[in-house]
């Protein structure tokens, strides 16, 4: 998942499909709802760029990138969130994807980037089995389970902590803290990376 830092839907559209953009993704998704497909599932797409999710390196080739239109600073559009459960379900079920493979740009690249943001609503997508959210019951050392689960791009910690924030805790700041503990060791006990 990410977002397009851009207000204009066509005009990110247009720049992924532009050669000297060098980036693509295979859906970008307006705020009214609109889904334009650029490139084909089964073929690569270049949305990811440098980062790691588990053991996977090279994002791009085991990936389905979508760009969804939104600046960052803004709620995402309830018709575009609808589209995006919509899109987001079928791609699952063609290729068999656990909801705990559903990830954010700065999932896989902490500190190099932060979409799709803290106004994202993952908690949505996740009550609708689209993704994940966890509960504050577990108990392990923040880095430890933080690499279970799945980051492992090597960045400092208290990169991988504003990273995980982002997604899980939107709007907490200071230290790390028992609740951030607690909730990426529950985050490594319920879905620990698996090796693919």
């Known amino acids: 998942m990410h977002y397009t830092a ?8 247009d720049w992924l ?13 307006g705020a009214d709802g609109t889904v334009w497909q650029l490139v084909d599932e089964s073929d690569r797409a270049w949305h990811a760029g ?29 018709r575009q969130m609808n589209a995006l459960e919509t899109l987001v ?11 705990e493979r559903v990830i954010g740009h700065s999932d896989m690249a902490p500190g190099r980037k932060i979409d799709p943001g803290a106004r994202f609503d993952w908690q949505r997508l ?11 019951d577990g108990e ?26 982002l997604r899980f ?6 230290p790390l803290d028992d609740t951030d503990r607690a909730l990426m060791a529950n985050l490594a ?5 698996a090796e693919a």
Request: proline letters at 8%; charged letters at 15%.
């Open 6 to 13: 851009m207000d204009c839907a066509q005009k990110a559209r």
């Open 17 to 29: 499909c532009h050669s000297d953009a060098q980036v693509s993704a295979h859906y970008v998704l």
């Open 50 to 78: 440098s980062g790691a999710w588990g053991p996977i390196t090279d994002v791009n080739s085991r990936s389905i990138g979508i760009e969804i239109a939104n600046t960052g600073g803004a709620p995402f559009a309830a």
């Open 89 to 99: 379900d079928g791609i699952m079920a063609r290729h068999m994807i656990p909801p």
């Open 126 to 136: 996740s009550r609708q089995g689209l993704s994940i959210w966890p509960a504050a």
């Open 140 to 165: 392990g050392d923040f880095l430890e389970t933080a690499r279970t689960f799945g980051y492992t791009a090597d960045v400092p910690p208290e990169t991988l902590l504003h990273s995980f924030r």
């Open 169 to 174: 805790r939107p709007g907490a700041t200071g």
């Open 189 to 193: 006990q319920r879905w620990p990376v």
